[in-house]
């Protein structure tokens, strides 16, 4: 079984603070991704990697950078956390690009 | 026009009673598509791939329309455990595409 684990479900930071969202998965797979998920939004893609130190821009960059330094391990930063960075965090793995990706339980970031 | 489009819902289902709901995509290029299952305030799981000729598992029945560029979800038999949000998932060019969701609820 895939198994992708994020470092926390849940997470409170104030405005101007940096984050930092870890996720690791265990399948080998090539590609990585970050998502948040909002109400009425659906999934939207912030970044992506297809290999290790390999990123690339998703819909929603602005505001977040990435880092992939192991196969297994991709990060997602907050350089300056805003509230409306408020939402739920998701990572995800897959084999190729095209393939079904699996996720992480998620971590729910509040920025007040 | 959103890549991947879903009516949003909620369906209201009988428990045993068959339910059905579609997802329209823009992009006639793509060539993956699944169906995810998301419960409340959890990570979305794969349900199903669906094939070109249709796919089915158990009680779920998948199918794909090239044509007019959707795909189906059909749930027979429909079990109070069926109750979630289910995602639409289109690959149009490299990368997924993942719909809004449609929430189902399955009542007593």
């Known amino acids: 079984d895939v198994k992708v684990t994020q470092s926390s479900r849940y997470l409170v930071k104030r405005t101007g603070e940096k984050v930092f969202l870890e996720c690791v998965q265990d399948?080998?797979?090539?590609?990585m991704f970050w998502y948040r998920q909002d109400p009425g939004l659906g999934l939207r893609l912030i970044y992506f990697?297809?290999?290790?130190?390999?990123?690339e821009k998703g819909d929603i960059p602005e505001g977040y950078s990435v880092s992939r330094e192991k196969k297994e391990r991709f990060s997602l930063i907050l350089e300056s956390a805003s509230t409306n960075q408020t939402s739920m965090y998701l990572c995800a793995s897959s084999l190729f690009a095209q393939a079904e990706q699996y996720f992480g339980p998620g971590t729910r970031l509040t920025v007040t | 026009r959103k890549e991947v489009e879903q009516d949003p819902g909620p369906f209201n289902v009988p428990e045993g009673a068959t339910v059905a709901f579609n997802c329209t995509y823009s992009n006639s290029a793509s060539q993956s598509f699944f169906w995810y299952r998301q419960d409340c305030r959890k990570e979305p799981k794969l349900l199903m791939s669906v094939y070109s000729s249709g796919n089915e598992d158990g009680r779920f029945t998948a199918q794909l329309n090239r044509a007019s560029q959707y795909i189906s979800l059909l749930i027979r038999d429909s079990k109070l455990s069926d109750s979630a949000t289910y995602l639409c998932v289109v690959e149009p060019g490299g990368k997924l595409q993942f719909g809004a969701g449609t929430q189902v609820v399955v009542t007593p």
């Open positions: 990697s297809y290999d290790v130190k390999m990123k």
């Open positions: 399948m080998d797979h090539e590609n």
